[in-house]
């Protein structure tokens, strides 16, 4: 067996040698973005919503950004938003971020058993959800919680899940952060990957079907795209011009395999999206008018019956995968640092600053109220029974929704479990 | 010194896993490793930990995450005479890549007119407890079980998952080594040397006069617990671990029911459909006249694995419930 594990010493040889892809820094290296590709912000133009794939497909591989460094606001996609809509994105994100670093504590706390925080992801499904329709259907990933927030979840709910308790929507029986909300048109968070990129597809050709003009927008990291389910989404959205969004979140990290395992090193994700015939565009997940004008962009599209949409969000995972995972096992300690597209908050707040709707006071106030509703909302959850003490779930619910009703010999084993632990 | 004992070494389950695949590359040149955040990290559980360090990148691959491309990886390399050892984090992942195991796999040497050998060896892990709900939980092993062309073993010591590891990647043969997350932490006795543990071949864990209880996978430490408790009830049990579900020891538990006149089959995996099904079928057709009660069952709710602390203890069978169904059957 031959492996180079540089970039292109196969070169050298005349034998084929494999080439295994490597993060650009690990522990102790000095952070190292210079595969990121970026465009200048405002640089990339806005073609009309029914645009040929063809015709556009140089927004795969081009960087759409609005804001620059200096906190302004350039280009064509700039997508004019008012005082108030900024102002409640800045707040729907920072209140996904309080609270993620809330549940992480109660986390370290031995409160809950496991969470997954969206550091650094909060505009992606802050603005995109802003951008959609409230009675748009949404399939989220792990790391959309900013969906919840940005749709009106209530953080008790939220919490309750976590806690696995009384008031849990999931009854107990899925692990923490998998949320659904059927009101609010959220879809189930899974921890099996990619599944829902299918299932999106499907829900948006019954809502074409069903002559309805909500469209469906699904979520998953780079390193999903490896699944093959990826694929069978892209093939069925392009083949019957199905009315769904598919977003690839680039984080740059699925756990501790760099985006180059799935793939990114040399063609970005959205750049699959032509291939299959779907129009796709590539953005500065960071950057919240970016994320919000593509969505509406894309949105539009759909709506008007113009076929689906890969969007790629260029953007870094800040903490870890999840409470279980120690990203400095693998990459730099202080990598985010150096992320070229800086931090969706500090950028917004910015933004906000210069444009005279925000102050530094203002900011300070908010995140006061945004830190007191969580520890409210809290105490609240935990009424509800927490991990260790009651109350506790039914144990029948064992045995309840595992069909529409309840078969005969599934009765008979719940009786039989009631029995046992002396219940009955 | 040349009389001093010599301590045997104990090794935790999950070093015992690194322990065996460290054999396997070392005695098989040809073999390597394919998985997700298998190198670079060491695997999610670090049963890959220090493999990369000792035998290089061209041994252990980290893999984009397509369990469908890591299984047909596994076969297309394997057809070329490698042997290579393929992980699936989840068990609960074969739902991606169950066509490459069960149409391909299984069934290649047969249908390409045994023209093709397929020595690869999955390793994969099950098991209920860790609160990871129903799609990280499962034990599916009455699905490979029931493809003929695969081997299936499940270890449950340390001693038997490296010596079973060792024995899958020397076999010509496609073999599943089902691993359980709950015994990682488990202790017991590992030789440095590399061993095999013949596959096919049961253990009789605990040996009795009166009662035989076959228990799959982490069972087997539940059934030997129940079989203390069971020695007030004058219940002096045989404990076995069939420790290979395919092929299965169907002889050494025949041979313990003809002694015991009374058996239970215990596994974690949901009782309807699952591999104790057809190990009590195979008792009762083979065994009839010995048998002094109909065999009894334990296994888990026809229900998914819950992810709540409080429902999953009353989900995973354990000592208790063992006791409970021996109870039962006996009628005392």
């Given at each position: 067996?031959?492996?180079?594990?540089?970039?292109?010493?196969?070169?050298?040889?005349?034998?084929?040698?494999?080439?295994?892809?490597?993060p650009?820094a690990?522990p102790?290296?000095?952070p190292?973005f210079?595969?990121v590709?970026?465009?200048?912000?405002?640089?990339?133009?806005?073609?009309?919503?029914?645009?040929?794939?063809?015709?556009?497909?140089?927004?795969?591989?081009?960087?759409?950004?609005?804001m620059?460094?200096?906190?302004?606001?350039?280009?064509?996609?700039?997508?004019?938003?008012?005082?108030?809509?900024?102002?409640?994105g800045l707040r729907h994100m920072l209140l996904t971020r309080l609270f993620d670093a809330y549940m992480v504590r109660m986390q370290r706390q031995?409160k809950i058993s496991f969470y997954m925080q969206s550091l650094g992801e909060e505009a992606i499904s802050v603005a995109q959800s802003m951008?959609?329709?409230?009675?748009?259907?949404?399939?989220p990933s792990y790391r959309c919680q900013g969906l919840q927030v940005a749709?009106?979840r209530?953080l008790?709910?939220l919490m309750?899940q976590c806690?696995?308790?009384?008031?849990?929507?999931?009854?107990?029986?899925?692990m923490p952060v998998m949320y659904?909300?059927?009101?609010?048109?959220?879809?189930?968070v899974?921890g099996?990957l990619?599944?829902?990129?299918?299932?999106?597809?499907?829900?948006?050709?019954?809502?074409?079907?069903?002559?309805?003009?909500?469209?469906?927008?699904?979520w998953i990291g780079d390193g999903s795209?490896?699944?093959?389910?990826?694929?069978?989404?892209?093939?069925?959205?392009?083949?019957?011009?199905?009315?769904?969004?598919?977003n690839v979140v680039n984080n740059q990290w699925a756990i501790s395999t760099f985006q180059?395992?799935?793939?990114?090193?040399?063609?970005?994700?959205?750049?699959?999206?032509?291939?299959?015939?779907?129009?796709?565009?590539?953005v500065d997940g960071n950057d919240f008018?970016a994320v919000h004008?593509?969505?509406?962009?894309?949105?539009?599209?759909?709506?008007?019956?113009?076929?689906?949409?890969?969007?790629e969000h260029v953007t870094y995972r800040a903490g870890a995968h999840s409470t279980s995972d120690d990203p400095s096992r693998y990459r730099p300690r202080d990598e985010y640092a150096s992320w070229p597209l800086g931090d969706p908050i500090t950028r917004m707040k910015q933004f906000?600053?210069?444009?005279?709707?925000?102050?530094?006071?203002?900011h300070?106030?908010l995140t006061a109220?945004l830190t007191?509703h969580i520890s409210?909302s809290w105490?609240?959850?935990?009424?509800?029974?927490?991990?260790?003490?009651?109350?506790?779930?039914?144990?029948?619910?064992?045995?309840?929704?595992?069909?529409?009703?309840?078969?005969?010999?599934?009765?008979?084993?719940?009786?039989?479990?009631?029995?046992?632990?002396?219940?009955? | 010194?040349?009389?001093?004992?010599?301590?045997?070494?104990?090794?935790?389950?999950?070093?015992?896993?690194?322990?065996?695949?460290?054999?396997?590359?070392?005695?098989?040149?040809?073999?390597?490793?394919?998985?997700?955040?298998?190198?670079?990290?060491?695997?999610?559980?670090?049963?890959?930990?220090?493999?990369?360090?000792?035998?290089?990148?061209?041994?252990?691959?980290?893999?984009?995450?397509?369990?469908?491309?890591?299984?047909?990886?596994?076969?297309?390399?394997?057809?070329?005479?490698?042997?290579?050892?393929?992980?699936?984090?989840?068990?609960?992942?074969?739902?991606?890549?169950?066509?490459?195991?069960?149409?391909?796999?299984?069934?290649?040497?047969?249908?390409?007119?045994?023209?093709?050998?397929?020595?690869?060896?999955?390793?994969?892990?099950?098991?209920?407890?860790?609160?990871?709900?129903?799609?990280?939980?499962?034990?599916?092993?009455?699905?490979?079980?029931?493809?003929?062309?695969?081997?299936?073993?499940?270890?449950?010591?340390?001693?038997?998952?490296?010596?079973?590891?060792?024995?899958?990647?020397?076999?010509?043969?496609?073999?599943?080594?089902?691993?359980?997350?709950?015994?990682?932490?488990?202790?017991?006795?590992?030789?440095?040397?590399?061993?095999?543990?013949?596959?096919?071949?049961?253990?009789?864990?605990?040996?009795?006069?009166?009662?035989?209880?076959?228990?799959?996978?982490?069972?087997?430490?539940?059934?030997?617990?129940?079989?203390?408790?069971?020695?007030?009830?004058?219940?002096?049990?045989?404990?076995?671990?069939?420790?290979?579900?395919?092929?299965?020891?169907?002889?050494?538990?025949?041979?313990?029911?003809?002694?015991?006149?009374?058996?239970?089959?215990?596994?974690?995996?949901?009782?309807?459909?699952?591999?104790?099904?057809?190990?009590?079928?195979?008792?009762?057709?083979?065994?009839?006249?010995?048998?002094?009660?109909?065999?009894?069952?334990?296994?888990?709710?026809?229900?998914?694995?819950?992810?709540?602390?409080?429902?999953?203890?009353?989900?995973?069978?354990?000592?208790?419930?063992?006791?409970?169904?021996?109870?039962?059957?006996?009628?005392?």
């Amino acid at each position: 067996m031959q492996v180079s594990c540089t970039t292109c010493e196969g070169a050298m040889s005349n034998k084929p040698t494999l080439h295994i892809p490597h993060p650009p820094a690990r522990p102790g290296d000095k952070p190292d973005f210079s595969y990121v590709a970026l465009s200048d912000p405002g640089a990339v133009d806005r073609p009309e919503v029914n645009t040929s794939v063809r015709a556009m497909a140089y927004l795969s591989e081009e960087l759409i950004r609005v804001m620059d460094d200096d906190g302004n606001a350039v280009g064509p996609w700039h997508p004019h938003l008012d005082e108030r809509d900024l102002q409640i994105g800045l707040r729907h994100m920072l209140l996904t971020r309080l609270f993620d670093a809330y549940m992480v504590r109660m986390q370290r706390q031995g409160k809950i058993s496991f969470y997954m925080q969206s550091l650094g992801e909060e505009a992606i499904s802050v603005a995109q959800s802003m951008a959609l329709r409230p009675t748009d259907m949404l399939f989220p990933s792990y790391r959309c919680q900013g969906l919840q927030v940005a749709r009106g979840r209530s953080l008790v709910d939220l919490m309750c899940q976590c806690l696995s308790n009384t008031n849990d929507m999931c009854k107990g029986r899925q692990m923490p952060v998998m949320y659904h909300w059927a009101r609010g048109k959220i879809f189930s968070v899974t921890g099996n990957l990619t599944v829902q990129f299918p299932q999106a597809v499907g829900w948006a050709m019954a809502a074409a079907i069903k002559g309805e003009d909500n469209i469906a927008v699904a979520w998953i990291g780079d390193g999903s795209t490896a699944e093959a389910d990826f694929h069978h989404a892209l093939t069925f959205a392009a083949v019957y011009q199905a009315p769904v969004m598919l977003n690839v979140v680039n984080n740059q990290w699925a756990i501790s395999t760099f985006q180059g395992f799935a793939g990114g090193e040399r063609r970005s994700f959205a750049s699959r999206g032509p291939g299959y015939g779907i129009a796709s565009l590539r953005v500065d997940g960071n950057d919240f008018l970016a994320v919000h004008a593509v969505t509406e962009w894309a949105a539009e599209r759909a709506r008007r019956g113009h076929g689906p949409c890969l969007i790629e969000h260029v953007t870094y995972r800040a903490g870890a995968h999840s409470t279980s995972d120690d990203p400095s096992r693998y990459r730099p300690r202080d990598e985010y640092a150096s992320w070229p597209l800086g931090d969706p908050i500090t950028r917004m707040k910015q933004f906000m600053q210069k444009s005279g709707c925000w102050s530094d006071d203002q900011h300070e106030k908010l995140t006061a109220e945004l830190t007191q509703h969580i520890s409210e909302s809290w105490q609240d959850a935990e009424s509800y029974g927490t991990m260790t003490t009651g109350p506790f779930l039914d144990r029948s619910e064992l045995f309840e929704d595992v069909y529409r009703d309840m078969p005969a010999h599934l009765i008979e084993q719940r009786d039989e479990l009631r029995r046992l632990i002396g219940e009955d | 010194m040349a009389e001093a004992q010599v301590k045997p070494r104990t090794l935790p389950y999950v070093a015992a896993i690194t322990d065996g695949v460290r054999a396997v590359l070392r005695e098989q040149d040809n073999a390597f490793v394919v998985g997700e955040d298998v190198a670079g990290a060491g695997g999610v559980y670090g049963y890959y930990k220090g493999i990369l360090k000792e035998f290089g990148p061209d041994r252990i691959y980290d893999t984009p995450i397509s369990e469908e491309g890591i299984v047909g990886l596994g076969v297309g390399a394997s057809a070329t005479g490698c042997r290579p050892i393929i992980d699936l984090m989840f068990m609960d992942f074969m739902g991606e890549c169950m066509d490459e195991i069960s149409n391909q796999m299984a069934k290649m040497r047969y249908m390409f007119g045994g023209r093709v050998t397929l020595p690869v060896t999955m390793l994969t892990m099950a098991g209920a407890g860790a609160s990871l709900a129903a799609q990280h939980s499962q034990s599916l092993e009455a699905w490979i079980c029931h493809l003929p062309g695969l081997k299936v073993v499940m270890p449950t010591t340390p001693y038997d998952a490296k010596g079973l590891i060792i024995s899958a990647a020397r076999d010509n043969n496609p073999v599943i080594v089902v691993l359980n997350k709950m015994s990682l932490g488990m202790m017991g006795e590992v030789p440095e040397e590399s061993y095999a543990i013949p596959i096919g071949e049961a253990n009789i864990v605990r040996p009795g006069a009166n009662y035989t209880i076959v228990a799959i996978g982490r069972m087997v430490h539940e059934a030997l617990k129940a079989a203390e408790q069971l020695k007030d009830l004058g219940i002096d049990a045989e404990v076995i671990d069939p420790r290979s579900l395919q092929p299965f020891d169907t002889a050494t538990v025949v041979k313990s029911v003809e002694k015991t006149h009374r058996a239970l089959v215990v596994h974690e995996a949901v009782r309807f459909g699952g591999i104790g099904a057809e190990i009590a079928s195979q008792i009762q057709e083979l065994a009839f006249d010995y048998l002094d009660a109909p065999v009894a069952r334990v296994g888990a709710p026809f229900s998914p694995v819950p992810f709540s602390p409080a429902l999953e203890a009353h989900y995973v069978p354990n000592a208790d419930r063992i006791v409970a169904e021996v109870k039962k059957q006996l009628g005392i």
